[in-house]
């Protein structure tokens, strides 16, 4: 293999590996508890693009998408968002709140990442085209987080063939960047490089809010 050549593959190896989650415990989740936790946010419809970002190189190191439709979710390709009290099938985070939203961002934005969001506005038939195509997925691959998200953005209707296929988090942000209308935000937080503490903190403000609930009854 030629130098060139090999360099491309190591760097291709570095971006994919980026994705590759911690190993998650199956979950089995029923399709009644999927519509028990379905989120119709009162938004308009819109697609935000979530990519993390390596602090110490500039790195993409994972990528997702949620979707604002009939339901709000978020497609995570292979990722590591996952708790019991967390509706997850098929790689798509179910029942996405405000709180939901602003945990899964935290969980990933940390001392040694931060999370590039970018948020475009859409007509409402390209939100639920989105949101189908999101739903039809299967269990995604390990590191092909990048690959699946631009797949499945690649030929929707209405954004004019803006997104193309890529391997990498940060080609597919510039890409949706040029959306039209298209804002971006970078979101950096200094706590603890383990992010699984703040599913953590989630759990026990669900617990605090359950229990806060029941003593007023």
Known sequence: M???RLALALAVMVGLSACAPVPEPTQTVTDAELREKIYRHDGPPALTL???VNNSNGSG???SLMVNGSQRVIFDPAGSFRHPRIATKNDVIYGVTPVMEDTYTRFHARETFHVIVQHVEVPPQVAEDVLARVLAQGPIPRAQCARS???LLSDVPGLNGAIRS???PNQLAEQFGQLPGA????????DDADRFKALEAFDAERVKASQAAAAAE
Request: hydrophobic share 30%; glycine share 0%; net charge negative.
């Open 183 to 190: 804002t971006t935000q970078r979101l950096y937080e200094y």
């Open 2 to 4: 030629t130098m060139p």
């Open 50 to 52: 979530f990519t993390m």
């Open 61 to 63: 190191a994972h990528t």
């Open 166 to 168: 890529t391997w990498f």
């Open 149 to 151: 998200t631009s797949d």
